[in-house]
């Protein structure tokens, strides 16, 4: 599970504003190399090369319809990966890349998407899945083993929760990953289980 969070647990306003959670990404000298087709990402060095890094890693997407919609699929490329899962209720059927882009809609849960995704990622990749209500679904059934947090320092009072609606208590092990980018530290965390 990755995403940017705010200091107190946000990953968007209310409104669905990101800024300045996501400033990082685009403020940097450094590209982001990851094999990426968004060449937009420009970063500090540190967090180019720990974010190239992570991202290569990345076989599959699980997002959640809303981050879809907002961002209207990146146009059918993935962020990072070969194919994106879109947990949903109902498939869209005017999105115009429908035919074409390495998106699969999935009706029957967030189980199934990641079931899916991690067969299409393969044993030598991942399957990251981003923050709010998708992710939060996915801790309470206990379908999460990393956490991968882009700490920012700023504070939102409320928002979109980075856990969604999920209450419950997940412990995790000390982070193999501590990486001080600008106005971002990345950590990165394995979930303890049992």
């Known amino acids: 599970m990755a995403d940017a969070v705010s ?13 300045p959670l996501h400033d990082f990404y685009f403020k940097g000298d450094t590209p982001i190399d990851a094999g990426n087709r968004h060449t937009s990402f420009r970063a ?10 992570e991202w290569s890693q990345i076989g599959a997407m699980v997002i959640g319809r809303r981050l879809f ?17 879109v947990v949903t209720h109902s498939v869209p059927t005017d999105w115009e890349f429908i035919d074409t882009a390495p998106y699969t809609f999935v009706t029957d849960g967030v189980a199934s998407a990641i079931a899916q995704a991690k067969e299409v990622a393969g044993p030598d990749r991942v399957v990251s899945l981003n923050g709010g209500d998708v992710g939060g679904q996915a801790f309470e059934a206990g379908l999460v083993d990393e956490l991968d947090v882009a700490l920012v320092p700023v504070v939102f ?14 412990l995790l092990d000390d982070p193999t990953a501590v990486v001080q980018g600008d106005r971002v530290t990345h950590l990165h965390y394995k979930v303890r289980k049992g």
Do not use: C, H, M
């Not at 993935?78 to 899962?85: E, T």
């Open 7 to 19: 200091l107190d647990g946000f990953f968007a306003t209310e409104d669905d504003q990101v800024d």
């Open 157 to 170: 009072g409320s928002g979109k929760r980075f856990f969604g609606g999920f209450t419950g208590k997940v």
């Open 44 to 53: 500090s060095a540190a967090s180019a090369k720990y974010l190239a890094q």
């Open 69 to 85: 919609d907002i961002t209207n699929g990146w146009d059918g490329v993935p962020v990072a990966g070969d194919r994106v899962f």
